[in-house]
């Protein structure tokens, strides 16, 4: 079942690569500074993206979040994007691992379903629902 709307975040695209020219696989990290609950957290992630038929792209990739006091949670997960009018629109889903046993300590084995919006300037908008 989807739970409530656990984290919000806006960020940017920091770096781009090209890892393969067969296929091209492509390389993105990102920084994203928002809230998981109420906590205040930033976030940096890392993602390759596949070209697959019908013009979508297989995304994977792992990033962590972290408080300002310095817990930290870590994740990788999966999703697919669409191009639409210059605009990246990613939906997957991220799997959190942490040893917090503070405020982040929820997010151990947590499941995250996501949506991963990217505008033509590289600024994203990023919201994330706990999958129960």
Request: net charge negative; no cysteine.
């Amino acid at each position: 079942m989807l739970g409530n709307l656990v984290f919000e975040g806006k960020g940017k695209t920091t770096g781009k690569r090209v890892l393969s020219a067969e296929g091209p696989k492509i390389e993105v990290s990102f920084a994203t500074q928002g809230k998981y609950k109420d906590i205040e957290i930033k976030e940096i992630g890392t993602f390759t993206a596949i070209p697959r038929p019908g013009g979508a792209m297989y995304g994977e990739g792992n990033g962590a979040i972290m408080t300002k006091d310095g817990e930290m949670a870590s994740w990788s997960g999966s999703g697919i994007g669409r191009n639409e009018g210059g605009k990246m629109f990613w939906r997957g889903a991220v799997y959190y691992q942490t040893a917090s046993q503070g405020k982040l300590a929820p997010l151990n084995n947590a499941v995250v379903v996501f949506e991963y919006d990217v505008d033509e300037e590289e600024n994203s908008t990023e919201k994330g629902w706990e999958w129960k």
